[in-house]
Nanobody, 129 residues
């Protein structure tokens, strides 16, 4: 059974930092693009960051660019999201996602919800003002 399990969420003050982790089990994703998405109450799930299978390409939503950093450790089958300078508008449930096709996104990674095959259960991030 394939599982993606996020951790590292919590409550933090504005300007603070958090590091999210996403541990994969049941199969390896070291030849698959991966991404982070988030969903605030009453809103649709939105793209935050994506990374290619080898980590050589990353892409960010404008809202997080310069503050968040996506990375991966293929030896550990784990995806990360370092979030700095957090703002109250970053409050959301954060989800990691994996593309199910080997090299499916080539040198890049997908940025749309419908392009991902596997999802974690999400971790809550709350930023207080």
């Amino acid at each position: 059974q394939v599982q993606l399990v996020e951790s590292g969420g919590g409550l933090v003050q504005a300007g603070g930092s958090l590091r999210l982790s996403c541990a994969a089990s049941g199969r390896t994703f070291n030849r698959n693009g991966m991404g982070w998405f988030r969903q605030a109450p009453g809103k649709e799930r939105e793209f935050a960051a994506a990374i290619s299978w080898d980590g050589g390409w990353t892409y960010y939503a404008n809202s997080v660019k310069g503050r968040f950093t996506i990375s991966r450790d293929n030896a550990k089958n784990t995806l990360y999201l370092q979030m700095n300078s957090l703002k109250p508008e970053d409050t959301a449930v954060y989800y990691c996602a994996a593309d199910g096709d080997l090299y499916g996104s080539g040198r890049y990674a997908y940025t749309r919800v419908e392009e991902y095959d596997y999802w974690g259960q999400g971790t809550q991030v709350t930023v207080s003002s």
